[in-house]
Each structure stands twice: as C-alpha cells, then as structure tokens.
C-alpha cells in the first residue's frame, strides 16, 4: 500500500509541474527549500552550500547530489517520496518538496 500511496504522489508531482522538459527548471521557492532543509535534513545531510562534508560518509552533502550529472527533480522526488534507508520517511507537502528540490538543484556548480 505504501508503495502504491508513494507512486501515486510522485504522479501528483510529475503533474503539478514537473514535466521531463522541465527537469532543470526550479519550480519551488529556493529560499524556503534552503529553510525547510535546515529544519528536516540537516540531521544527516550538510545542506549549506560549500560544506565538504557530513557526519556520516554515506550520506552526501545537498551540493554533492545537486552535481550529479544524472540528477533531475523528478529522481530527487523520487527519493524523497519513496526513501530510501536509512533515510527517514519525512511527511512533506507537495510545495514542501518542489522548494527543497529547488533549494537543491540551485546548488548546482554552473
């Protein structure tokens, strides 16, 4: 059922403006997703831009995911939708997500 309910909200986000021609295009509020992230993620990832490293090696830094070549808002909802472990399953709101998912992407070195 989880599954189910997980790829049903990633359907209502792909829908609520997140089209593959979209995928580099921040749709969210970066200033919120920065804020969001400080208060929901910065328990395991570093989240500012700049920071080298995490407490954990396993778990990367938000400017490490937001440069991986392969990286789109589409996987990153992906993943925060259906976490993966040990990440925590974090409740966000749709506008939630797009302003963390914008926070990120924004980290990306041009």
């Known amino acids: 059922m989880?599954?189910?309910?997980?790829?049903?909200?990633?359907?209502?986000?792909?829908?609520?403006?997140?089209?593959?021609?979209q995928a580099q295009t921040p749709l969210g509020d970066v200033k919120r997703g920065q804020e969001l992230s400080q208060r929901v993620c910065s328990v395991c990832h570093s989240v500012s831009p700049g920071s080298a490293a995490t407490l954990n090696a396993d778990v990367p830094t938000f400017a490490?995911?937001?440069?991986?070549?392969?990286?789109t808002a589409e996987r990153l909802?992906?993943?925060i939708i259906v976490p993966h472990p040990p990440m925590p399953n974090v409740q966000l709101t749709v506008a939630?997500?797009?302003?963390?998912?914008?926070y990120i992407l924004s980290l990306r070195q041009r």
């Open 64 to 71: 490490a995911i937001a440069s991986r070549p392969d990286i």
């Open 2 to 21: 989880r599954l189910t309910n997980a790829l049903a909200m990633l359907g209502l986000f792909v829908l609520s403006g997140i089209a593959p021609t």
């Open 77 to 79: 909802a992906g993943r």
């Open 96 to 102: 939630e997500m797009r302003d963390i998912i914008a």
